[in-house]
């Protein structure tokens, strides 16, 4: 009720909430569910967790150290999203295959595969590749006489 009284339509904004429910679902729900079938107790869980989550921050800690994710600037998108697309398309069968089979082992080689998978992924997709997928879905068409190539000068770094 407070949304309407302040004058926001709910409507305009309906696509990017169910949007951002979809990613969190997708992100974080689905992972932990997973992750939780195939552990056996509540201490194997957070330590998991933990060693995930360190993993994670110190791949980002070391990327923006080396200026390793700056190459593929605006499109980094893509990388997130295979990412996020292979890490949710496993979690989806460690859970089904879990709970329908209880075959621990079975799914925990499927973890172990889904997390080469996204590392080799996101170290081996090419740019050429994630620029043609951002100019397939664009719907402003870029006119190539308009593009310059020049250097960047307020990179000092480089």
């Known amino acids: 009720m407070i949304i ?8 305009h904004e309906m696509a990017g909430l169910v949007w951002t429910q979809v990613l969190v679902v997708a992100a974080f729900t689905l992972p932990v569910a997973a992750l939780s079938s195939i552990v056996r107790g509540y201490a194997p869980l957070l330590l998991a967790m933990l060693l995930l989550f360190a993993g994670a921050l110190s ?20 990388k997130v999203y295979y990412a996020l697309a ?7 069968t460690i859970i089904l295959w879990q709970y329908a089979r209880r075959k ?26 994630a620029f043609a997928l951002q100019m397939r879905l664009s719907r402003q ?7 310059h190539i020049g250097l960047d000068l307020g990179r000092k770094w480089l």
């Open 4 to 11: 309407p009284v302040f004058g926001f339509s709910v409507g």
């Open 59 to 78: 791949a980002l800690i070391s990327a923006a150290w080396l200026h390793s994710s700056s190459v593929w600037m605006e499109l980094e998108w893509v």
């Open 86 to 92: 292979v890490t949710s398309a496993a979690a989806m």
């Open 104 to 129: 621990t082992a079975a799914t925990r080689m499927v973890a172990g595969i889904a997390a080469v998978l996204v590392l080799a992924g996101l170290s081996l997709f090419p740019w050429t590749s």
């Open 141 to 147: 068409k870029v006119d190539p006489s308009s593009i």
